[in-house]
């Protein structure tokens, strides 16, 4: 069974940054593609950014050049660094595995396993 926790949520300012965690047990990362997602209030579950097993990144055009999505094989985790937050990057951000480790996919219904979400707050 996969198990995922985020971390690193918080409430900060405009312009300030943080970094999500997602540590990752019962799958390596380093075999799998993993996303990050995030889901505003009263708003649908959206893709973030992704990383496939091979390492290949990619993030939507909405937080490109502001946000980063990586990770570290060593410790099982993946990353989101983000930059320049505004309040429109305010949600809950959930990271997920893949069931496609050799693919990029965006789709919510392209992942099954789910972390339980850290709260992201941007205030103006």
């Known amino acids: 069974q996969v198990q995922l926790v985020e971390s690193g949520g918080g409430l900060v300012q405009t312009g300030d940054s943080l970094l999500l965690s997602c540590g990752v047990a019962?799958?390596?990362?380093?075999?799998?593609?993993m996303g990050w997602f995030r889901q505003a209030s009263g708003k649908e579950r959206e893709f973030v950014a992704g990383i496939t097993w091979t390492g290949d990144t990619y993030v939507v055009d909405s937080v490109k050049g502001r946000f980063t999505i990586s990770r570290d094989t060593d410790k099982n985790t993946v990353y989101l660094q983000m930059n320049s937050l505004k309040p429109d990057d305010t949600a809950v951000y959930y990271c997920a595995t893949s069931r496609f480790p050799t693919q990029m996919r965006t789709a919510v219904v392209d992942y099954n396993s789910w972390g339980q979400g850290t709260q992201v707050t941007v205030s103006s």
């Open positions: 019962g799958r390596a990362v380093a075999a799998a593609a």
